[in-house]
């Protein structure tokens, strides 16, 4: 996908980072189509986070996620993608994404994809 929706994400100072704890965030209106058959496909994105420095405005996320709402991608290509998006904007200590997407031919998949700082 050519398009740079990754400077549409707005973080935030995060006001304890001395500390680790979870951020959950879920989005149950999620939208994309399939880049085979121009359908839609519907599912809930699930984000958990341990943030460093930075939290996500989830204003911004909410703009970023809808922009998919037209893009012809598969389900494991969007959930790496948005993972690597809030990875690169944040730099988080850890973070989970989960793709559970709806039955569409009577088939669901769920994908998770994690990342875990080294440092």
Same mark, same amino acid.
């Given at each position: 996908? #050519?398009?740079d929706f990754r400077?549409? @994400?707005e973080p935030f100072d995060n006001s304890f980072p001395q500390r =680790?704890?979870?951020i959950e965030i $879920?989005? #149950?209106? !999620? &939208?994309s189509v399939c880049p085979k &058959?121009? /359908?839609p496909d519907f599912g809930t994105i699930t984000i958990n986070y341990v943030p460093d420095k @930075?939290? $996500?405005e989830l204003k911004s996320l909410k703009m970023y996620l809808q922009?998919?709402?037209?893009e012809g991608i598969f389900y494991e290509n969007v959930t790496n993608r948005i993972l690597d998006d809030l990875v690169a904007t944040l /730099? #988080?200590?850890?973070? &989970? @994404? &989960? %793709? =559970? !997407?709806? %039955?569409r031919g009577g088939i669901t998949a769920t994908i998770t994809a994690t990342y875990e700082s080294t440092s």
């Open positions: 996908m #050519p398009k400077s549409m @994400l =680790d704890y979870v $879920v989005c #149950p209106e !999620f &939208t &058959t121009g /359908q @930075l939290c $996500v922009r998919f709402r037209n /730099q #988080p200590r850890r973070m &989970t @994404l &989960t %793709a =559970d !997407f709806n %039955a």
